[in-house]
């Protein structure tokens, strides 16, 4: 009898932008893991270099680099060194993303007050800077495009290379205050469509991940008081995820490998994977 399958990318080389977060570090190591050699690609070097050394000390084969996914000039330069160092690139993880409060507004939603709101601290949709949704939609997309373009010249001509990009439930179900980010991420899950297609002929494949509700360094602060407990906006995530509970690290991996590994899905191409204990499916009664 033939024994299920195993996920082994010894040999492969995976490029992880935003490489430094807990998201995509977990990602990291789990390629890592799995036998692939690392390049943690972060803006901040030292958060690259720390999950590097994390995954040599595990026995594994991984660099940290610097580098801005909004800047093609910083991408070749890493590409570079990615080339000399471990190879050409087999797989890229679009992992680098994020939101910013200017992109975001104050309340949930409009009230009659927010046409006369003279409270500069005070976000309405009439005062939504457009510099601030421009930097969120360009960190989400562009940070998705402009990696891709740079790295799959190096997958061109190479059999089973592949481009996973990280969605978002935003993507399904925009949330409330953080327009820019919700649109951005809807942009990176057409994109992946787009690009599986466009891509086909010369063999990438090209899927997404969308995470549900994970607790990251980057919207601890939003779901957690101090003390420890939950914020009124977290018993809402919690209220509308039939689990009741967030996302581990951990448990994108299952899907990660699975998209990664030609054996596994070499034949699945331009899908957004769900990864959000059910609140995609859930209505709210």
Sequence with gaps: ???????????????????????????????????????????????????????????????????????????????????????????????????????????????????????????????????????????????????????????????GCSILNISSMNAFRPLTKIPAYSAAKAAVSNFTQWLAVHLAPVGVRVNAIAPGFFVTNQNRALLFSPSGEPTARAGKILNNTPMKRFGEASELTGTLLWLASEEASGFVNGIVVPVDGGFSAYSGV
């Design 1 to 159: 009898m033939q024994k299920t399958f195993s996920v082994d990318l010894s040999g492969k080389v995976a490029v992880v932008t935003g490489g430094g977060g807990v998201l995509c570090a977990e990602m990291a190591r789990a390629l890592a893991n799995s036998g692939a050699r690392i390049a943690i690609v972060d803006l901040k070097q030292e958060a690259a270099e720390a999950v590097a050394a994390e995954i040599r000390a595990a026995g594994g084969e991984a660099i940290g680099l610097a580098a801005n996914v909004l800047e093609r000039v910083s991408l070749e330069q890493a590409a570079t060194e990615v080339l000399n160092r471990l190879g050409p690139c087999d797989l890229l993880i679009n992992g680098a993303g994020g939101n910013h409060p200017k992109g975001t507004t104050t309340r949930e939603a409009m009230t009659a007050a927010d046409l006369g709101e003279a409270d500069p601290a005070v976000v309405t949709f009439f005062t939504l800077d457009p510099d601030g949704m421009r930097f969120v939609f360009d960190l989400n997309f562009l940070g998705t495009l402009l990696p891709s373009q740079v790295f799959a010249k190096q997958m061109v001509g190479r059999e």
